[in-house]
Each structure stands twice: as structure tokens, then as C-alpha cells.
């Protein structure tokens, strides 16, 4: 059973007219009554009485009817939907990104996307990097921000650098200043208790790694916050805590943000996918919306303050 049947079906029992139909359907007539022929052979029954040139629906031809226009009209349905798609007035993005980006950066991405596009859905994962590979290795997302370099077990992903960004210490202005003020070293941070996330989040792994580097081992005063808790906890005077310049320029009240000392502590910003699965189209529009902000933000100098951009051209 073809499609094409059914819809000569559908016109012939609508006009009860085979020449009429065939108009209607902009198909020669006996094209059309073939066609008919042959789907009366597959079904094995007559769906018309042609007795002296007036046709008239058989009980098959009754009860194929209904149905045969629901198929057809799911079909247009479908073609509508995909073509919805395809034109991005309907779709799904499942974007995942570090709680530091989806302070800093997303809010005005994500803002300029639904603008342009409100019919597609936005559904966002915030996690650390390490939880955001696997999410792309499972094919649970479809595009995540995350910081290079990737763990060695990552799967083949295709990444697009974007960003390279300061890290800074964040005290609590009660507590004073570190380091008496001025840029600070990793090695200042030696018997500092340090606030400090969970497994997983690259920030952890840079800083303890810059600890190390420093020859010593950091204090933890509090361990395992997300990102506000982390600032709440910083606010209360509890520790220190390295932090994206992008979080920092948006902490609000209470908190200090002091610069390391050259050559600083910076981060790699990227956008991923899965190499061997091309995103869906409105995930490739969202990484264009993306870019086109990041090169205008750094055109007109709005870029956050200690971020630079290194996105293609």
C-alpha cells in the first residue's frame, strides 16, 4: 500500500469521479485508475462500483476511507513538524555547562537565542566538566561548555576554543584582603582555608593543582559546594576561594576579588560535541548565536572584564 494510493483513493471517493479526481490530484486518469487497480488487488477487495459510469464506495471502500485520510492527514502533520525543524520554528537544545558559565555567560546567549527563536526548547545541564563529557559520550546533550584540557578518558569529542579567562581569589570584605592587598600568588594561599567544590569541577582541579605546583597541599575549610553555595560560604567568612573573573565581576555585595600575580592562573573555555554525531539543527544554531555574540561582545570592548576571546574568526 502506497501513499500515492491512498490519496487517489481519498479524491475518487470524495468526487465519485475518476476524471475529476485525477485533475484534483494533477495526475493523468489512467494513471490514477491503475493505481486504484492495484491497491484493490493488494487489499483483495473492490473499494468502488463503477455500474454505468456512477461510482459509489463499496463496504471496503467505506471503511478504508476514514482511515486512509488519517494517514494522510498524520502525513502532513509530520511533513509540518519536520519543516517546523528544519525552518528552527520548533526544536531542542540540550546544552550543558559549568555553574560558572551559566552565571557569567549564558544568561545573554540564551537571552538572544529564545529572541530570535522562541519555538525552541532550551534545556540546560549544570554540572562540572568531567559530569558534562560524559553526558556527550551518552548522548544525553548535545552541545556543553567546558573547560580544556579534557580528562585523558574523554571520548572523541570536536571542541571550538572561545574563551580564555583570569582566575581570581574571592575573600569576604569583612575578612580583609589576601596577601596584604595586592595581586596574590598561589603560594599565598599556603594555610589559607580554602572554600572548595566538589569532585568533578575543573576550578577544584586548577586550584589544587596550583597549590601543588606551589609545593604544598591545600587547607579546606568547607568541600563539596556548588557555585552559590561556595560564595555563601565565602560571604560568611568561612575561606577563600579561586573563581573565574566572570563569577567574580558578578558576585554581588560582600566579596573581594583580588588578581593573581603574573603569570596568573587562567582557564580555557570550549564548546563541545560528539565528533561522530553532527548536532541537530537548532543545537548549530545555538553555536552560532554563540560565537556571534562572543565576536560583537569583544567588538564593542563588553567583553567580561579578564576574559579574551580566541573563537575563530
Not at 112 to 120: Q, S, W
Not at 185 to 207: A, K, S
Amino acid at each position: 500500500m502506497q501513499f500515492q494510493q491512498l490519496r487517489y483513493f481519498v479524491a475518487v471517493a470524495e468526487t465519485r469521479h475518476f476524471t475529476r479526481a485525477a485533475e484534483q490530484v494533477h495526475v493523468a486518469q489512467p494513471s490514477l485508475s491503475q493505481q486504484i487497480r492495484a491497491l484493490e488487488r493488494e487489499l483483495g477487495a473492490d473499494l468502488f462500483s463503477r455500474a454505468r459510469g456512477h461510482v459509489a464506495l463499496t463496504d471496503a471502500g467505506e471503511a478504508l476511507l476514514p482511515l486512509a485520510r488519517r494517514i494522510l492527514a498524520d502525513t502532513e502533520t509530520a511533513r509540518y513538524a519536520v519543516q517546523e525543524v528544519v525552518q528552527l520554528r520548533r526544536g531542542r537544545v540540550r546544552l550543558g555547562a559549568t555553574p560558572s558559565l551559566c552565571t557569567g555567560l549564558l544568561p545573554d546567549v540564551l537571552r538572544a537565542f529564545h529572541d530570535r527563536h522562541p519555538g525552541i526548547e532550551l534545556l540546560l545541564e549544570e554540572s562540572g566538566s568531567h559530569d558534562l563529557v560524559r553526558g556527550l559520550a551518552r548522548g544525553g546533550l548535545d552541545l556543553a561548555l567546558l573547560i580544556l584540557p579534557l580528562p585523558a578518558s574523554s571520548p572523541a569529542l570536536t571542541t571550538t576554543e572561545l574563551l580564555r579567562e583570569d582566575l581570581v581569589v574571592v575573600s569576604s570584605q569583612a575578612a580583609g584582603a589576601p596577601g596584604g592587598g595586592g595581586p596574590v600568588r598561589p603560594e599565598d594561599l599556603r594555610d589559607q582555608p580554602l572554600v572548595m567544590f566538589r569532585h568533578g569541577y575543573d576550578l577544584r582541579e586548577l586550584t589544587v593543582a596550583a597549590c601543588r605546583a606551589a609545593g604544598f597541599e591545600p587547607t579546606f575549610a568547607v568541600e563539596g559546594g556548588e557555585l552559590d553555595a561556595v560564595l555563601g560560604f565565602v560571604r560568611a567568612g568561612l575561606g577563600l576561594a579561586v573563581l573565574p573573573s566572570m563569577v567574580a565581576g558578578r558576585a554581588g555585595p560582600g566579596l573581594r576579588s583580588t588578581p593573581f600575580a603574573a603569570p596568573g592562573l587562567r582557564r580555557t573555555i570550549a564548546l563541545a560535541h560528539r565528533t561522530d554525531v553532527a548536532p541537530p539543527r537548532a543545537a548549530r544554531e545555538l553555536r552560532r548565536v554563540l560565537l556571534e555574540h562572543l565576536r560583537d561582545a569583544a567588538a564593542r570592548g563588553r567583553l567580561p572584564e579578564g576574559t579574551e576571546l580566541t573563537a575563530p574568526a
